[in-house]
Structure formats: structure tokens, C-alpha cells
């Protein structure tokens, strides 16, 4: 996920409303692949889903980032939290307005794949409800946990760009992600 910015140092601070036309075209490309196997007739579109998660950046109260990763990381937060809210009110149509019971996923790579191609609003709540589980088991840590796998899978971030946004050690992302993923499949197999 690494995006050369022409003329501007990596830890140059990016303003929003300098987002360039590089770093656009990323975060849409990245969109795509989160909806590359959506159904027809999809609402959104790539454009739609960077769109607004680009709207909700400029509406919020933080529109100077440390950096270009920094962007990215929020871009793929925003990214995040439309797809899920798109999920839940697909999922109320669906079952008449009710949330009602539902297939859960109990394989974590299963699951992180589905997400991935975006063909199954289910999974995208079930990731959304599994990672809330995780961050509850250790209020102190739990949120950087949640934060990894969300840049992991919503953001298409490596371990040095997630390392640099979480202001932690390579190894320190690595050793987490160990560990998380046996999390997962436990919280996973026990739902």
C-alpha cells in the first residue's frame, strides 16, 4: 500500500484539502477491491464509497494528518464503517426490519476472505462483531488490536505501514498479529 507522493517527504504533514490526485486514486483502487464481488445493482459504487468516506474526513474534526499512511489509515476507517452500516441496513431489508437470528462465520480466514471480495454483508457484521468482542477482552490493548485488523483488512496495510500508524515497532505489529488471529479464531469458534 505504499504510495509515492511526487515532491513530498513521508513524514510530511498532508492536510485533506491536499489530497492528491496519487493518493485519490489509491484509496479508490483499494475501494474497488473491497467491492470487486458485490452483487448487481450494488448502491455503492467505488467511487460512492471513497466519496463519502471522503465527505466524513472533511466533516470531522480532524483534516491534518501526520502523514500520507495517516490519511490512508483514516480513509480506510471511513471506508470501513460505511461498508458496515450498508451491511446492517441490507441485512434490516432483508429480514423485514428485523436483525433476527443469522449465519455466523466460524472460520476466521473464511471470514477475512469474504470481506475481502465483498460478497457477503453477513460477514462484513460478523467481523464487525467479532473485532467489538476482541477489543472488549482487553480494554488497554484491545482497541490497537481492533485498529490492526481494520488497517489489515479494510486499509490493505503491511505490517510497517501498520506500524507506523500505531506508532509501534515492525515486531510489535507482527507479535500482535500472532496473537490476534488466534483470538479471532477462538472468539470465532465460540460464537
Same mark, same amino acid.
Given at each position: 500500500?505504499?504510495?509515492?507522493?511526487? #515532491?513530498?517527504?513521508?513524514?510530511?504533514?498532508?492536510?485533506?484539502?491536499?489530497?492528491?490526485?496519487?493518493?485519490?486514486?489509491?484509496?479508490?483502487?483499494? #475501494?474497488?477491491?473491497?467491492?470487486?464481488?458485490?452483487?448487481? #445493482?450494488?448502491?455503492?459504487?467505488?467511487?460512492? +464509497?471513497?466519496?463519502?468516506?471522503?465527505?466524513? +474526513?472533511?466533516?470531522?474534526?480532524?483534516?491534518?494528518?501526520?502523514?500520507?499512511?495517516?490519511?490512508?489509515?483514516?480513509?480506510? +476507517?471511513?471506508?470501513?464503517?460505511?461498508?458496515?452500516?450498508?451491511?446492517?441496513?441490507?441485512?434490516?431489508?432483508?429480514?423485514?426490519?428485523?436483525?433476527?437470528?443469522?449465519?455466523?462465520?466460524?472460520?476466521?480466514?473464511?471470514?477475512?476472505?469474504?470481506?475481502?471480495?465483498?460478497?457477503?454483508?453477513?460477514?462484513?457484521?460478523?467481523?464487525?462483531?467479532?473485532?467489538? $468482542?476482541?477489543?472488549?477482552?482487553?480494554?488497554?490493548?484491545?482497541?490497537?488490536?481492533?485498529?490492526?485488523?481494520?488497517?489489515?483488512?479494510?486499509?490493505?496495510?503491511?505490517?510497517?505501514?501498520?506500524?507506523?500508524?500505531?506508532?509501534?515497532?515492525? #515486531?510489535?505489529?507482527?507479535?500482535?498479529?500472532?496473537?490476534?488471529?488466534?483470538?479471532?479464531?477462538?472468539? $470465532?469458534?465460540?460464537?
Amino acid at each position: 500500500m505504499s504510495i509515492p507522493e511526487p #515532491g513530498r517527504p513521508a513524514h510530511d504533514p498532508l492536510n485533506l484539502d491536499q489530497l492528491s490526485t496519487t493518493i485519490y486514486q489509491h484509496i479508490k483502487a483499494h #475501494g474497488a477491491v473491497l467491492m470487486k464481488h458485490e452483487r448487481r #445493482g450494488h448502491s455503492l459504487t467505488p467511487t460512492a +464509497l471513497v466519496n463519502e468516506a471522503y465527505a466524513r +474526513l472533511a466533516g470531522s474534526s480532524q483534516t491534518q494528518f501526520n502523514n500520507r499512511t495517516h490519511l490512508l489509515a483514516a480513509a480506510a +476507517l471511513a471506508m470501513k464503517r460505511i461498508l458496515i452500516e450498508h451491511a446492517r441496513a441490507h441485512s434490516r431489508q432483508k429480514r423485514g426490519g428485523a436483525d433476527g437470528s443469522r449465519r455466523r462465520h466460524a472460520d476466521w480466514e473464511a471470514l477475512v476472505n469474504a470481506v475481502a471480495k465483498g460478497s457477503d454483508h453477513e460477514a462484513l457484521l460478523d467481523l464487525d462483531e467479532t473485532l467489538e $468482542l476482541l477489543a472488549a477482552e482487553d480494554p488497554q490493548r484491545g482497541p490497537r488490536y481492533v485498529r490492526m485488523v481494520e488497517l489489515r483488512v479494510f486499509g490493505g496495510m503491511t505490517n510497517p505501514e501498520i506500524a507506523e500508524v500505531l506508532d509501534v515497532s515492525v #515486531g510489535t505489529v507482527e507479535k500482535d498479529w500472532k496473537w490476534v488471529k488466534v483470538r479471532l479464531k477462538a472468539i $470465532l469458534a465460540g460464537s
